[in-house]
């Protein structure tokens, strides 16, 4: 531990009592009262320079994203973020990046009510790895696993953006002013994404399956398609933009690939189409679009169509920050 | 994720079932029960290599103790492990070093009944950070606070074999048969520490305040001093010491330092005065050795005097491979 500092207790500092935590920062061991009748659902992910970010990312931005990943993996299983701990690696204690890459952490975690129960802090190539721990009501819990023919695939919000904002980084074009609003708004998405914990909460008992998209749209809904022995019929033509997206990218054919290029915060599930109008009722509630976008079928993997039927290939070349 | 390996489906396939894991490895997180009556305890520690291990340490055991130091702090809480995440980064994927080091971390898991449940596996410098989590039966959580004045001190094995280890790395004296077998034994427990599970777990209603002493014997005491509000004396004369340390350093005055050198994965704790015979008995059942060395008094800090009663100072310059 770098005891000197402590860093830990900094941002514990910032958070408010949580009557879960019995025992908290301070001990060997935190000590967690989990709500009766709740299960507990726990993810990890590790932000390594260089890989998950760019080196000269601002270090409030990755101490936000690097709590927001795993609140996102939390909401893709329907689950409520409880408490989380933090594994923070510095090669040395700079405090002019230490300081706002702590508030951003902090900031993450107020926003999606996560409380910072513990941690580790060591000197050694700059990480930071967090586990958040969230509950779900026993037996409740979203998974990847559950998706049949027949069911409607949806995604959360807009794609895309972030990818857009990663491949434009230090080549913008020259823009006008609603060209520069736009770029604000996918730096924004790539640098703060609000991951869809009420969505995923609002979702269990309606999704027969859930993930988190972050990793990209194909390979997450690979994932979907062999855990529930099913295929996944994209229609590419459907899938959701941001105005921000169509602004800065006028050709639709340079548009929709970005919707594959990963860093989306956002969930795809599935639902029998007799859940469409339960789901348009919670794109409403929770100002959210909501869009369907394929189809599950019978057989495996996943497959592009465009609005013609025409078969498309699963975009490439989005992959340089991430492993 | 260095999704082409599924390191952490193969430690997952090392592994028994646990009826706990409701939902294990695959999906964007995993979910647990909880024993009813139980709360959760979670502790996370990163090990980075040239930092917590020399860069030339075997990985298998690297990946226990990345384990074992974990599974020590549930320790001194009187925790049951149950459950583990694991966040790897490794620069490369080279199967030499990657295959003994899973074979080390399963190793670790099985031994204490750690059931792993998700992690991250990301490329970057190499660090391993795992968080564990045990149960332990509500409101009986270990604490270092709990010390009262007239409490007895102890601590469980003895002190001083790792960081007599670690001191003697590459500059060990020529010695005899006696001499080489305490060599080994030395360096096994430098290498593979074993977290006192039972112990913690015996004494839940019988020690006031325990604490893991990995990072030292006077600092660890010194956090239970702090919380609790108290002085704690420590009579040098008393420190457990091994055999082994005996052998390879004769001299007495040059053997008790290493009992505070640290990454002794053991646990100390205090006991009122009545509960002697119980501690007795609890060592013959572990067949543990637990020994009172001190006393908590009145005041604050550690203070460490010898059998004539002369003050001594902490020893201080095993630092180098802890931060």
Known sequence: MIAEFKLIERIAALQGADDGVRIGIGDDAAVLAITPGHELAVTTDTLVAGVHFPLDAAPADIGYKAVAVNVSDLAAMGATPRFATLALTLPSIDMGFVEPLLRGIAEAMKRDSLTLVGGDTTRGPFSITIT????????????????HAGDSVYVSGTLGDAAAALAMRGHWPALDEAGKLAKSRLEQRLAK?????????????????????????????????????????????????SRALQTVVADREQQWPFAFGGDDYELAFCAPPQSAAVIERLATELKLPLTCIGTVGPGQGVHLLDHDGRVRDVPRGYEHFRT
Do not use: N
Request: aromatic share 0%; with cysteine.
């Open 132 to 147: 958040a721990m969230g509950e779900v009501a026993q037996g409740t819990a979203l998974t990847r696993s559950g998706a």
């Open 193 to 241: 994404p609000h991951p869809r914990v009420a969505l995923g909460h609002a979702l269990r008992g309606v999704a027969s399956a859930c993930i988190d998209i972050s990793d990209g749209l194909a390979q997450d809904l690979a994932h979907v398609a062999r855990l529930s022995e099913a295929a996944i019929v994209v229609d590419v033509s459907l899938l959701p933009l």
